[in-house]
């Protein structure tokens, strides 16, 4: 009985510091300042490592500032476009647009090649706004841009990983205390089923 009570204390304890399941989705949050104004917001990925394309977007919330009115541009209302190579790459806490691949990712409202409310990473040649080496943005006034090049950080999280989140130690303390309360219950249990029976009894059985 106290190999069973010990062994369920254990198994509580250990859970309680088990490792929680959580998505494999990452959220990166994005701070770009771009001429007058700016992109800020957030990009969802998949969780996908290493080069991305496209698909392994499954989320974003971005407000566009060019200095004097705003726009947010979302998974709803607008598209995503990789275009000429994979440049956007994804590492444990960081979203990286390599300015040399040769690659452009475009966010834009509400389709592609529309020409107006667009965030686009460009690369050395210009293809995306036409302003080789930057990154720009437009709404409905002029077109804001700012030059860059090599490795450029995109967005950064500070989130610890799913697989790290461990429930709080409180409860592995709380699983622990059960478990002694429920050996100290056995055993008191055991002693008393172990003890004579008191002299009156005996003498009325008898």
């Keep these: 009985?106290?190999?069973?009570?010990l062994a369920s204390a254990l198994a509580t304890?250990?859970?309680a510091g088990a490792p929680a399941i959580g998505s494999a989705s990452v959220i990166f949050n994005v701070n770009q300042t771009i001429g007058a104004g700016g992109v800020t917001g957030t990009i969802t990925t998949d969780g996908t490592l290493g080069a991305l394309a496209a698909a392994n977007l499954v989320d974003w919330a971005l407000t566009l500032n060019d200095g004097a009115s705003t726009f947010l541009l979302n998974s709803a209302n607008s598209e995503v476009g990789?275009?000429?190579?994979?440049?956007l790459s994804e590492t444990a806490s960081q979203l990286?647009?390599?300015?040399?691949n040769g690659g452009i990712v475009l966010f834009q409202n509400p389709t592609l090649g529309s020409g107006q409310n667009f965030w686009c990473l460009d690369n050395p040649f210009g293809d995306c706004a036409?302003?080789?080496g930057t990154e720009s943005l437009r709404?409905?006034?002029p077109t804001q841009s700012a030059a860059w090049q090599g490795i450029v950080v995109i967005g950064a999280t500070d989130a610890v990983p799913?697989?790290?989140i461990?429930?709080?130690?409180?409860?592995?303390?709380?699983?622990?205390?059960f478990g002694a309360l429920m050996l100290y219950s056995a055993r008191r249990a055991e002693k008393e089923s172990d003890d004579p029976l008191p002299v009156e009894v005996m003498e009325k059985a008898a």
């Design 82 to 87: 990789f275009i000429l190579g994979k440049a």
């Design 162 to 164: 799913p697989s790290a």
């Design 139 to 141: 709404i409905n006034g």
């Design 166 to 177: 461990r429930l709080p130690a409180t409860l592995i303390l709380l699983g622990l205390g």
């Design 13 to 15: 304890a250990l859970a």
């Design 130 to 132: 036409s302003r080789p």
């Design 96 to 100: 990286l647009f390599d300015t040399a």
């Design 1 to 5: 009985m106290r190999k069973i009570l």
